[in-house]
């Protein structure tokens, strides 16, 4: 049987005091699982493990979100994403070539294909740039995120599974599974 590498994006972990849960705890909740060679990123349910080849990730997003439940207490949406997918949907974010600070850029993982409806029209956002496939909002905000013009409800629209991360992040995250596979 061969194994591997998969990324697992916890929604809403460790943000503000929602959600509290040591990292430890969540390496522990994938473990019991069967997974192997479990890592975690920074505080915010970023996950790097194996798992024999050929999982079907949804399978996998129900279980992890089962698992976390069990070992932590802590109710939070997953997207599993293979290797091969997290390195896709990085290859292809049309908004590279404008992004000059990877901390105020990001990627909205959605599970189902995107839509673009209910966001305003690219004036209205300028500076910034939004773009989509068909699972994954991009994004680049010069002027920080926390100063973003989308509209929350935009985002609530995507489903309660839509995760960002910021392009440092999803870099790092590139980083431990080339590791993993190494």
């Known amino acids: 049987m ?8 916890l929604r809403g972990i460790n943000v503000g005091s929602a959600k509290r849960m040591a990292m430890a705890d969540l390496r522990a909740s994938v473990e019991s699982l069967g997974f192997t060679s ?3 990123l920074l505080q915010s349910g970023n996950v790097v493990f194996d798992a024999p080849d050929g999982r079907d990730p949804a399978a996998l997003s129900s279980a992890l979100e089962q698992a976390v439940v069990d070992g932590t207490g802590i109710r939070a949406a997953v997207v599993v994403l293979t290797a091969a997918q997290l390195r896709a949907i990085a290859a292809e974010n049309p908004l590279l070539d404008a992004v000059t600070d990877p901390s ?5 993982f959605v599970e189902g ?3 673009a409806g209910g966001r305003p029209d690219d004036a209205e956002l300028a500076p910034e740039m939004v773009a989509f496939s068909p699972h994954a909002v991009y994004q680049w905000c010069p002027d920080g995120i926390s100063n973003s013009r989308m509209p ?7 489903g309660p599974g839509a995760t960002a991360r910021n392009l440092r992040t999803v870099d790092k995250l590139l980083v431990m599974l080339d590791e993993l596979e190494a």
């Open 104 to 108: 105020r850029a990001t990627i909205t």
């Open 152 to 158: 929350a409800r935009f985002f609530a629209s995507l």
């Open 38 to 40: 479990v890592r975690t």
């Open 113 to 115: 294909a995107t839509d």
């Open 2 to 9: 061969t194994v591997a590498g998969y990324v697992a994006l």
